[in-house]
């Protein structure tokens, strides 16, 4: 019989990339198995066999691209990288179950909370946990004083984000934005938190980085945080949202509190940081698939990562 594989999807992209970091760090048997839509993909020399893929914005062809390729390489375990591919492989779980594979995303529910960012806020004021005051754009009626944040209601992570400073700007982005939020600014530029959690179900584990953004919006230097209050409200979301898998929480702090403005339901930038650190999600979702044992230890108490980056040539002719 063939070696089983991993498909990691969107290798082009920094999450896609360490996803494949994390699974060779365990030194998987598995067959490690790409794919992007670009044929150039940085992260194509790092798997054993690459595969160009439609776009998820065609679902027939993606399903048929996934169903020629299951069988092909005897795909038995699908990381997928792209929120758009979150959500595709969300409405398909009849059909991905019936072929045996075992797509690691998150339960219809908290994929469609936390997707939503006015659904994230009502799913944290409902739980009495902190958080920024929040309307949707339609309905905001000059209930905030400025600056204030702007942004997409759905998807997670900072794209599409807009500071406005004025009631000028506000007017300008109002007239050509459509299902927005607009958010209470939290302050502090060197005062944002990310927390990785994860749970079998039964026990909740995170870790919690203090976290320097690049421009493009994702973590370029981390440090480690033990703090027990960030650990607390991590386990209280895991549990209230009955979590059985891994999701990425952002906060700011707020004095001795952490005030939780975004929830990600899917693995975040800061994954290989975090494997590095000893919380190794991307195993831990496959050793439960496994029913094998998860154990958690920090492999350090403090330390720092930067962020890397390097270069992949291809088709090279002398």
Known sequence: ??????LITGIGGDIGQSIIRCIKDIDSPFRLIGCDIDHYASGRPSVDKFLIAPRVAEPKKYLKFLDDNISKYNIKYIYPAVESEIIFFDLHREYFNGKGVIVFINKPFIINTFFDKYETINFLKRNKISHPATFLLEKYNNQLDFPIIIKPRRGCGGRGLIKLDGPEEFKAQKKVLVDAVVQEYLDGENNEYT???FSDGEEAHSITFKRKLSPEGFSKMVELVRDEKINKLAEKIARSS????????QSKRNGEDFTVFEINPRFSSTVYFRHYFGFRDVEWWMRLAENKKINFKLKYKRGVGVRCFNENFFNLKK
């Open 1 to 6: 019989m063939a070696k089983k594989g991993i």
């Open 242 to 249: 009955n979590l059985v898998g891994s999701l990425n929480i």
């Open 195 to 197: 927390t990785g959690v």
